[in-house]
């Protein structure tokens, strides 16, 4: 059976930083992309970052560049989502999500795998 469970979320000031992980287990060789959603409250999920199982040319909503780093570490199988100058609109629930194939997507439906998701609210 395969499990993404997120960890990190959390409370923090405006300005502050973050560092978001999403340990993978079961079937892991599947997860070809991995990303990162986010959805608040009375909004759609949506993009924030993904990567491939190289880590080359990682993809990131014009919302975060800059701000966001997505990393992966194939040998703990696990990705993570440094997050820095918080603002208080990225305050949501993060997703951490893997999809079996190439391209890197955007779109929550081509993702196969979902985790739980953790809370993060930045405060002003």
């Known amino acids: 059976q395969v499990q993404l469970l997120e960890s990190g979320g959390g409370l923090v000031q405006a300005g502050g930083s973050l560092r978001l992980s999403c340990a993978a287990s079961g079937r892991t060789a599947s997860f070809y992309v991995m990303a990162w959603f986010r959805q608040a409250p009375g909004k759609e999920r949506e993009f924030v970052a993904a990567?491939?199982?190289?880590?080359?040319?990682?993809n990131y909503a014009d919302a975060v560049k800059g701000r966001f780093t997505i990393s992966r570490d194939n040998a703990k199988s696990t990705v993570y989502l440094q997050m820095n100058n918080l603002k208080p609109e990225d305050t949501a629930v993060y997703y951490c999500?893997?999809?079996?194939?190439?391209?890197?997507?955007?779109?929550?439906?081509?993702?196969?795998?979902w985790g739980q998701g953790t809370q993060v609210t930045v405060s002003a």
């Open positions: 999500a893997g999809r079996a194939g190439l391209p890197i997507a955007v779109v929550p439906t081509d993702y196969n795998y």
């Open positions: 990567i491939s199982r190289h880590g080359s040319s990682p």
